[in-house]
């Protein structure tokens, strides 16, 4: 299937709840080999039968240390619980910018909370976001995320070659 024929479909999958799994990943760029392992909480429907429609995932309180790209492939996430792991750089939100209907994020509990602008680097990445760390996006936190962003986030430069002749 294409991007687009998972974001035209209607029926969503239960939740995948792995939440207390102490999972953790062993290597950058790949599924977490405890998640192959570990069966998540169960549900009212069976796991998984079409992982297109995925649309909420908890992770939270594991021992996540980044956010694995795998993640970015479910374009009908909606709801993400990532709070009470081991992220350490605030950078790795960026990855979850692809993600089309990405309304509820949390990230509190992790290290990358403790980073100046936290709230305000998310809001300004993820712009489509409602709820973050189980509180409502404002109006008022949009705005100070924009100023933020201004006043913290230096536009990148464009550098043109010149050809020697």
């Not at 081991?86 to 910018?97: D, F, Y």
């Not at 705005?143 to 043109?160: C, D, F, G, L, Y």
Request: glycine share 4%.
């Amino acid at each position: 299937m294409n991007k687009r024929s998972y974001m035209n479909t209607s029926v969503q999958e239960p939740p995948l709840d792995y939440s207390f799994r102490s999972i953790h990943v062993t290597q950058a760029h790949s599924v977490p080999t405890d998640l192959l392992s570990e069966e998540p909480r169960t549900g009212l429907r069976p796991l998984l039968e079409h992982p297109e429609n995925l649309a909420w995932i908890d992770l939270s309180f594991n021992d996540l240390t980044s956010i694995d790209p795998v993640l970015t492939t479910f374009f009908n996430l909606s709801v993400l619980y990532l709070h009470g792991n081991s992220i350490q750089r605030l950078g790795e939100v960026n990855k979850l910018a692809v993600l089309p209907r990405l309304r509820s994020l949390t990230l509190h509990g992790n290290p990358i909370e403790e980073e100046k602008g936290y709230r305000q680097y998310v809001l300004c990445t993820l712009p489509h976001i409602t709820t973050f760390d189980f509180s409502g996006v404002t109006k008022a936190d949009r705005t100070t995320a924009e100023v933020w962003k201004r006043m913290n986030i230096k536009p990148k430069k464009v550098r043109i070659k010149h050809n020697a002749l």
